[in-house]
């Protein structure tokens, strides 16, 4: 599956950030039953390799590698099957590694040095990361004006409130939030919900 395909499988994809391993499957139940299923596991704790195999077990999610900084990282997440990979900036060498690794890849990048260094690694999909302190969705229309073809996934800052902004930009495929996970499986099924029937 291309990263475009998993950008276009809902309008929100749910940054998670998880400390107990115990908690990724049920977490990952709730979401995928409230429709939402590209999956982001940020690899801010370290039970997230963990977290990510436990959500792979569950039928229908598509579950990624955020906050991936490094080769090192890339190799360990290839490692546990992830199937695509999000970066909060892209630099040329670790770009390069990802590309070449063959997995769906979703670059961050806040100007336009940032897009034509992904363009240069023949890339057309894009984190705009951090979306609302980059300048928000008018810095965002912008910079996609001189790159028709680039397709974005505005993350940071994104709210349940001002996802619908960002989605009504035609380049915006899908949003990145954290608002998604609720509490209790209950709660993220219901916020998830919400967030798969937003407009796009």
Known sequence: MGIERIMRLAPVVPVIVISDPAEAR????????????????????????????????VPGAVVGAGTVVSEEQLRKVADAGVEFIVTPGLTERLGKAIVESGIPFLPGTATAGDIMRGYELGLRHFKFFPAE????????????????????????????????????????????????????????????????????
Do not use: N, Y
């Open 26 to 57: 049920p977490m990952a139940e709730a979401l995928v039953k409230g429709g939402i299923t590209a999956l982001e596991v940020t690899l801010r704790t370290p039970a997230a390799i963990e977290a990510i195999q436990e959500m792979k077990k």
């Open 133 to 200: 302190t980059s300048g928000g969705l008018k810095a965002l229309k912008a910079l996609a004006a001189p790159f028709h073809e680039a397709r974005f996934c505005p993350t940071g800052g994104v709210s349940a409130a001002t996802a619908p902004d960002w989605l009504a930009f035609d380049p915006v495929l899908c949003v990145g939030g954290s608002w998604v996970v609720g509490k209790t499986a209950e709660e993220t099924e219901r916020l998830a919900r919400e967030a798969a029937a937003l407009p796009r």
